[in-house]
Structure formats: structure tokens, C-alpha cells
């Protein structure tokens, strides 16, 4: 990691991918490390184990859904320590797709991102830095919509589809966009999953995976490759014949 990467706001950081990150980041000489999280001892717990490694831990308990709340947190951890790199992580599965949880998928996976790189946008805006980074993660399952996920599937399309866009755009600004399209990763919500995993990975690769192409600044960060292969073929063929392959896949959950 570069010395230049030293503050780290990272959203869902009580678990999964966010977790991980949260640890590479520390051990790789973060000093500042903001981590929020929906439940308070898994949180804590995560930043305990980061301020072993010597960084200083802000742990806070938000919903990204809320958009006052967000642009505070994140002007408020600004004035901390100016921020270099800002994941925008957190994330939901919709388990059945009933009413309350598809919204819930919505609010969680789309709007919490919007309300993660929309402030963070203006403050690379009105107070350039050195380094100045936005890590949107989506999903391999965004590069088609999923039958077995319909909400899940669409969530991560849309931030995908805004990642890619942002980076283009923002580049006047020096401001560097990478997206994230992770496949089965260790995490609460694969813990869920009855479905078959192919390419499973724990979560501590991972994190080594995103850090490595946002040092490279890969505009796409998806992995594991046999799968993003495959995802991305699937995605190019008909839709007569696509519709008829992910029909027959079995429900995620």
C-alpha cells in the first residue's frame, strides 16, 4: 500500500468483505480507519483487531440508508483525517423476494451507495488531496439480471453501471473510481446461500485482490477470473438462450 493511502472510510466493515478490508488496511500501515456497521460488537470487534496493528479506529454504528446521517459522518470524518480512500461496501442479500425485502435490497445496495459517493464526490471537489479515492463494490451477479436474485441481481447492475460512468466523468477532478465485482466471498451473506458456490473464497483474499487493482487503479475489479469469464460470455449471448441457462440455475437465497 501506498504511503499516500492513509485514512480509510469503510461501510459494512462488520463483516464479510468490509471486515477484511479493514484488516488488510491496518496491517498494512492505515492510520486512520473509519468503519461502519449496523451491529455494535461485531463492529467493535473488527476494530479492536485494527488497532492492534497501530491504526486509529472511528467505529460507528449508521444505516447508509440514511442520507442526512451519511454526509455527516463522512464530513465529520473528513475533519478527522481527510480521506484518501472511501469503499462504498455495505451490502444486502434479499432473501425472499417479498415486498419489504426488495425495497430493503434497494435502499441497502443502491441508495446506500449513492449516499457513500455522493458526499465524498464533493469533498475531492472542494478540497482536492493527494490521493483521492471511491471503491463502489458490486457483484459479479451485476453483469446480468439473475432469476435466482431478481433485486440482489439488479443492485449491484445499477452500481456497477454508476461506478463505470463516475469513473469516466470524475477523471477531470483526479478523482479515481474503481469498481469492485466480487464473486462467492466468505461473508453473512454467503453463510445464507444454499445454493452452490463455485470458486468460493475466504474473505482475507479477497480484500488482497481489491487492495492490489485499486494500488494498479483497475477500472474493474472482478475475480475470480474463471467466473467473471463466464459471467461476461453469458452476458453476451441471446437472450433466448440466456434466459433458458440462468432459468435453470438454482435459487439464491
Given amino acids: 500500500m501506498t504511503d499516500t ?15 477484511a478490508l479493514a484488516e488488510y488496511y491496518a496491517k498494512n500501515g492505515a492510520k486512520n480507519l473509519f468503519l461502519s456497521g449496523r451491529n455494535e460488537q461485531r463492529l467493535n470487534d473488527v476494530a479492536k483487531r485494527c488497532q492492534k496493528h497501530g491504526s486509529n479506529v472511528f467505529p460507528k454504528i449508521i444505516d447508509v440508508s440514511n442520507r442526512e446521517e451519511m454526509a455527516q459522518w463522512i464530513a465529520d470524518c473528513d475533519k478527522i483525517a481527510p480521506l484518501n480512500l472511501v469503499f462504498a461496501n455495505a451490502g444486502v442479500s434479499t432473501g425472499e423476494e417479498n415486498p419489504t425485502n426488495i425495497y430493503n435490497t434497494f435502499n441497502t445496495n443502491v441508495m446506500g451507495v449513492l449516499n457513500t459517493v455522493t458526499p465524498t464526490v464533493e469533498l475531492y471537489k472542494n478540497t482536492p488531496r493527494q490521493k483521492q479515492i471511491i471503491a463502489i463494490t458490486a457483484s459479479i451477479a451485476g453483469y446480468h439480471g439473475l432469476p435466482s436474485c431478481p433485486s440482489y441481481s439488479a443492485t449491484k447492475a445499477c452500481v456497477k453501471a454508476y461506478g463505470e460512468a463516475l469513473r469516466g466523468s470524475l477523471k477531470e477532478h483526479k478523482i479515481q473510481v474503481n469498481i469492485i465485482c466480487p464473486g462467492f466471498v466468505k461473508s453473512r451473506i454467503t453463510d445464507k446461500n444454499t445454493c452452490p458456490m463455485p470458486f468460493f473464497m475466504q474473505a482475507d483474499k479477497a480484500a488482497e485482490i481489491i487492495a492490489a487493482g485499486i494500488e494498479k487503479n483497475s477500472s474493474l475489479i472482478a475475480f475470480p477470473w474463471p467466473m467473471r469469464l463466464a459471467v461476461w460470455f453469458m452476458s453476451s449471448l441471446p437472450n433466448c438462450i440466456s434466459d433458458f441457462i440462468y432459468g435453470s440455475l438454482p435459487h439464491k437465497v
Fill in 5 to 19: 493511502i492513509e485514512n480509510i472510510l469503510i461501510t459494512g466493515a462488520s463483516s464479510g468483505i468490509g471486515e
